[in-house]
């Protein structure tokens, strides 16, 4: 195989042998792909400064399993710049993709999803509802989209001032006389995350906390290390 100029961005990059580094890509048209890029590491390297998270890059690979090699890069555009918890942000997008895409499985459309949460993040102060709205579109993509058009069984529109059970793989149904607290939501809130319009303080903390069950199911019990990261940086700042 062998591909040349395709749009993608670096997730995430190690250390490979004596000179080279280990990439895990989102291309556009290729999915999650991991490339051998051979030498880099050396000082007269004109590809390592490219090789960065956050750049929308051209990458040239080729090669026949699933590890291939990495020809040539490109810039396609200015680094995207994050700083602080806007920086942490991206890492947190990076490594749900790193850990819920299967390799080269195409989403061309969550590619454009990324970059322009990036674009987004891009910003001086973090807004949570990119976030949210990043993992809502995540969950369509890989096909566990939540049911925002009605409650079940009853296919009844969400009414405000309801109150919601979350039936993993099922939807939301309306509350028996004993809720469980945790999967609790208004339809205040679901209505706001079917309408993409996060604005209020209480709506965005009650779709976090859904948002950690949904994707929890699929990512298992290994903890996100971006998480823990995040709460370094609070705990410093107490």
């Not at 680094?79 to 991206?90: A, H, K, N, T």
């Not at 205040?188 to 976090?208: N, P, R």
């Amino acid at each position: 195989m062998r591909i040349s100029l395709q749009p993608a961005f670096i997730l995430h990059h190690r250390p490979y042998r004596e000179t080279s580094l280990l990439l895990d890509i989102l291309t556009r048209d290729h999915g999650r792909i991991s490339l051998i890029a051979r030498g880099v590491r050396k000082n007269r390297s004109k590809l390592r400064p490219l090789l960065q998270p956050f750049s929308p890059l051209l990458l040239s690979w080729q090669g026949k399993t699933e590890l291939m090699t990495l020809q040539t890069a490109e810039s396609q555009g200015i680094p995207i710049s994050l700083c602080g918890e806007c920086l942490l942000s991206g890492f947190y997008l990076n490594e749900l993709l790193m850990r819920l895409l299967q390799k080269q499985d195409p989403h061309p459309q969550l590619y454009t999803i990324y970059h322009h949460t990036l674009l987004e993040l891009a910003q001086s102060t973090l807004q949570q509802k990119h976030l949210r709205l990043f993992e809502k579109k995540l969950l369509n993509e890989l096909g566990y989209g939540l049911q925002l058009d009605h409650s079940i069984p009853d296919r009844k529109p969400f009414l405000p001032d309801q109150l919601y059970q979350f039936h993993p793989e099922q939807g939301f149904g309306p509350c028996d006389q004993n809720p469980l607290q945790n999967t609790t939501f208004s339809g205040k809130s679901l209505l706001a995350l079917a309408s993409e319009q996060l604005e209020d303080e209480e709506s965005l903390l009650e779709i976090k906390r859904l948002m950690r069950i949904a994707l929890g199911i699929l990512l298992g019990p290994k903890p996100l290390q971006s998480r823990k990261l995040f709460r370094g940086v609070i705990e410093n700042e107490k």
